[in-house]
C-alpha cells in the first residue's frame, strides 16, 4: 500500500503539472470507484494538489473538491505524451500503454493531457465533495505524524490509554496518520523498541525516542520519493528509492542495523512485522 511519504511524492509531482489546467470530460469506467456526480467536475479549473494523511486532495472551484484514496493497489499517473509522472502501487501500468485494464478513471484535460486512476484491486476510490464534507472527511482523522500537533506528550498520554502492541498504535489514524507498515517497522527498530510490546508499558522518554524515530525514518521516506518494492524501481518519474535504505522492512535474517543479529519476521494484527529481538525491548 502506498505509504505517507509515496502519496506525498505523488502530489508534490501532480501540483508540479496539474495546477491551471481545466477538467474536460471525466469517463468513469468502473462505478465502485467514483462517488459523487462527475457532470460537476468538468470544466473546473484545478486549483491546488494536496494532501491529508493518505489521501489526496484536489481542490477545483469554490466549495467543490476531489479526495482520492490510492488504497492497496492503486495510482494517479499524469501523462503528456511520452511523458508520464504520478505514482503510488507500482505495477506494469507505470510503463504500459494507458488506458489498461486496470484503469477506472480518465480526466481528460484542457491541454490534450490526462490523468489516470488505476486500481488493481478496486479498493481505492475517488469523492466529489463539498468543502464542508471535505473538512468532516478531514476532521475523522488525527494529525499527521509530521504535524506539530502530534507532540511527545499527546503521543505519551495516548499510549496510557493502551495495552495493545505499540505497533498497532502508531498506525492507527485515530491516534496518529501517515505511518504505515514500513515505516512502523523502521522507526521501532531505530527507538529499540519491541513492536509487540503493550503501549502502556513505555515510559515518556521512550515515547520521545519513538516519535523522534517516526519523524526520521517518514522524512527520509520523504526525500526518497517513497518506497518501491517491485522491478519498475527505476522508472523516471515514478520510483522511490527508500527501499535502499530501510532499516528491517522485508529484510528477514538480513543484520539488524543496531546490533548485527539476524532479523525476525512476525505476523502482527494480520501484518508482516520486522525487527530485532536482541536490541528491540
Known sequence: MPELPEVETVVRQLQQVLVGKTITSVEV???????????????????????????????????????????????LIYLDGKKRVGGGHPSADWVNSLPSKHTRVIFN?????????NDQRIFGWIVVATDEEAQKTFDSIAPDIIDPKITSEYLFAQTQKRRVPIKQVIMDNQVLA??????????????????????????????????????????????????????????????GKYQDIMRVYGKKDEPCPNCGKPIQKIKLGGRGTYFCPNCQI
Open 109 to 117: 484535460l484542457s491541454d490534450g493531457t490526462n490523468l489516470f486512476f
Open 178 to 239: 501517515g505511518v504505515g507498515n514500513i515505516y512502523a517497522c523502521d522507526a521501532l527498530n531505530l527507538a529499540r523498541i519491541l513492536p509487540t510490546r503493550s503501549a502502556k508499558s513505555l515510559s515518556k522518554i521512550e515515547v520521545t525516542c519513538l516519535l523522534d524515530s517516526m519523524r526520521e525514518v517518514i522524512g527520509l521516506g520523504i526525500k526518497s520519493g517513497g518506497a518501491t518494492i517491485d522491478k519498475y524501481v527505476q522508472v523516471t518519474g515514478l520510483g
Open 29 to 75: 469506467r468502473k462505478p465502485k470507484s467514483w462517488v459523487g456526480d462527475s457532470n460537476q467536475v468538468v470544466g473546473q479549473k484545478i486549483q491546488q494538489v494536496s494532501r491529508r494523511a493518505k489521501m489526496i486532495h484536489i481542490s477545483l472551484k469554490p466549495d467543490l473538491n476531489l479526495l482520492i484514496h490510492l488504497k492497496m493497489s492503486g495510482q
